[in-house]
């Protein structure tokens, strides 16, 4: 069962929006010398909703090739409806991914009859695990606790990653289980918390930029340190103000995704910090602010 | 510019839910011959949300390939950003479509300002002219009459299917628009009061179903026969009623798209009316009503 | 049953806030002598979320006393649920209004059968005739036409105000009414196509500005002259470009309700154009732009 | 500074929906002899939405009366705007309240300068301390981690009771608050986490049924037995089921308020479970699964 410390890789680009397989590989090797457990390429911190299907196949391919089962490599297959899915199922399934990730449809008017469909056929064709990926700021629709349950028990599910911000409906998922059934939180800032309701790992964007960071938080809730965990997410709920940086002039992916790759290239780990369209870059001021969290962090 | 009848042409399906080439053939015809002004693939009614891009560019090469020059076709691009939009810009300028259809980002959280470059950078790069799609039921996002216009006065956009069911707002564009740039309206029920008001044309997915009744309609509006406008659209909106039929135990896509493709099957245009996964099939029941309804329309 | 043009009343406020008894007959006498049908006193445009019981009472007792039974006049009862607005129905009827505007419950977690025994509560109890405010944007529920022809149909409701933009839905519910309902459209902007679609009337904020233009259109509309009401309603949309010179620097009840009170000062009718708390008042450029809005329009 | 048990107070009614005075009492009695720290009156947990004027005085004079400056008494002051805040306010004052909860503005479109004017002159209007209440369920906004350390820096804001279920912004103002600054959240399910980062107290709608559960949690946590608080907390978690159980045929007021009474009344504490007008009644099957649920958690 699936646990730890499981960042979601961010895509590198090239200046002319490619993708940067140099970086990117040097990026995996950040992350596993960083000590974390597995990998999840393609979720929304890898600007998946960005990248065009070959570039996709790109860096599943890079990551899974270059890991070559060290750990576990899940694949986020982000797309509408289950068709596309599958689609992204099968590349995921050649490159030799461990699992896949799986949201509610999107961009159609889905009734909670039709995610129960959609959950069970990409199960039931996908040919990996799924771990349903529970989004509801992306996909407007929340999935219950009584939904994810009943297709865990039927086998459909082989865990959920968290990022609804719903720690209520999280406890609830983990009290309620009954299956082998792999909670992940997909938070940066209640990680400590979530493992203290009983939740098996997380899956933090904000690992790409100091994942021995949360690994060592991890451990520290593992062998029973709270405090010491709570510690260490205090200081890394701090770094996570990067994130605001870009603020209001630009959308939370802009902002977001913009503040982990800015970060990641004034660390060295990156060659560019570029973005994929339609983002807005950050400027040089805000990456001055970035720069500056950084070193309150430790991390330059 | 675009003005007219230019129906979202449905797409027929077969039982193991592939194109069903000969059917889609079949309702191009049918659209054709009910005296339709262009046509219009790859949007929600044709199930692009549910389409491989296999199966989007089959439907693409059928219509264009069999439509010849006759009519426009419009090709809907429908994706979550800019790169993955372009991709299926290219397929659209290669099959020889006439102009792309092209919605705000979705899933990911987007800025205006994102919204505006998004356009432009498909605009610059797409090969042909774009129309603005305004979806807020699908992008969560609703496309201001200001963006529109400038968006229009620096050659970005050729004009605008609004779907939003807001025609104050859709009234704002028509009087305020200085260039040529085509109003379309995507409602199948205020067609009449949208022509009223300015608008060139009809986008509407009820139009697969009765592509005369809509033609009808805009020939009597052209000709300044309004009374008799207000009729046909009064016959065709008891007609809509189809979409309802499914009601509350299925979603919009579900119980909009089975009717369309029930009706076309009842009317023996297409040889079979699934829907592709993970919709909700109609059952006998409905469909029996929806046959009914089709005969009050004189349909059946 | 109601029809024509029934205006939202302002509500003047004194400098420091009260209402400005004085004004507000001044603006009845302006709305009377502009021809209108009947009065809507205690609706959004009457900024009644922002009245004290006290001050609705007032405003209530002021009209309804100084129109004398020369128009009808309905009174808003706008409050989060039944027996709250039970309270407000008891004093519209002391004050001897002649309908009462009713939305769905609001701030409450509200299920559409609940929305069901609110409007038959206050139908029974209430003591007048109920018209349904279908007002999305505040109280986040769209009213659906089966429940309001259900309603209808149970005598339970006389009519619906529509300010939902929603000119489909409007239609479906002409269409499909059987009993005396009247229907009238809460849009400044679409008044001459929802009468095309057989509406009785509208509720025009913009009608406290410009009550002659609305009683114009109206009367064209009713003996069939189409063109000279669209040509007078299309005049009417330039000027409701007043509501959006406030802008993004506050919210739209500021800025559509403080264009409305500028028009008012300017033209004479009001003392004071100041808003009600926590509105942002627009400056003194905004209300030089508001002006000259109005000198386009022939009406300074 | 508030800390502690704070549980929102329901309001006991009487069959023909009038305020029971004495089961009022009894459950204060109840509440108190539970070992509570203070009391919060005219909350969401109180039907403050559906309760008329008189009876939000009734109210707020029995229990300000009855606990006679024992505790602190906090009054929900629930309302559209500021003018008819601020009139709530004047009654709280007057019956001895020691602190003002406030929302941001509802059913108007509010912009966050109003909603930074609307806190700001009920701090200073309102004569006792002002708690922001986020429960962007009912009002539809989210107040920001920056606008509330704004003006709880500014000395307009005594505190904050988060309902937004964000558990995330909860830290975030936990951690960057400088000035005393009570932070209490209103999720009956995560008051071990939230103590666990910081939060100073708790007001649990469950804490009417089981306030010794709460208060043990409290203590638990403030003494350092966490394992002993999360027991407790895990305990309350399955005990908070019953407010599911009106499911799905009745809106989240309806089940929730409806299941703490139906417990209240089980449990001998108040005379009568009926809720206000229009919520669903719960049903005699869902009554005796409520008994089943606090039979398990030993409390029947």
Redesign the interface.
């Known amino acids: 069962m699936l646990s730890g410390v499981i960042p979601p890789v961010c895509t590198p680009l090239t200046p002319d ?1 490619e993708v940067d397989v140099g970086s990117l590989v040097r990026l995996v090797d950040h992350l596993l010398g960083g000590g974390v457990d597995a990998l999840f390429v393609l979720g929304s911190s890898s600007e998946v ?5 070959a ?1 996709r196949r790109t860096v599943l391919e890079t990551v899974a090739g270059h890991v070559g089962g060290q750990v576990p490599v899940l694949a986020g297959v ?1 797309d ?5 899915v599958l ?1 992204h199922a099968g590349v995921a399934v050649a490159a030799g991914a461990s699992g896949l990730v799986v949201t509610a ?7 909670p ?3 129960r ?2 959950f069970r ?1 990409v199960a039931a064709r996908g040919g990996l695990p799924v771990y349903a990926y529970d989004l509801p ?4 629709t929340k999935l219950s606790a009584d939904l994810l349950l009943e297709l865990a028990a039927e086998g459909a599910l082989a865990g959920l990653k968290d990022s609804s ?4 409906g999280l ?2 998922v983990i ?1 309620r289980r009954r299956e082998p059934f792999s909670v992940l939180t997909g ?4 990680v ?2 979530a493992l ?2 009983g939740a098996d790992g997380v899956v933090p964007g904000l690992g790409n930029v100091d994942p021995q960071g949360y690994v060592e938080l991890y451990r520290r809730a593992r062998r029973g340190d ?1 405090a010491g965990a ?1 510690a260490e997410q ?1 200081r890394l ?2 770094l996570f103000e990067i994130v605001r940086v870009g603020g209001a ?6 902002s977001g995704l913009g503040a982990f790759k800015a970060a990641l290239h004034l660390r060295g780990i990156i060659d560019c910090p570029v973005t ?5 870059p950050l400027n040089d001021d805000e990456t001055r602010r970035i720069g500056k969290l950084l070193e309150d962090a430790g991390l330059l």
Chains 1, 2, 3, 4 share one sequence.
């Open positions: 929006h909703a960005y990248l065009t299907d570039q982000i509408m409806t289950t068709p596309r689609e449809p999107f961009y159609t008017r889905t009734h009859e039709e995610i469909v959609h056929t700021v992306s996909v407007h911000g719903d720690d209520g406890r609830e009290m938070s940066e800032v209640t400590d918390s203290w309701m709270w709570r205090e709920v701090r002039r630009m959308g939370g992916s802009s994929a369209l339609p983002q807005i």
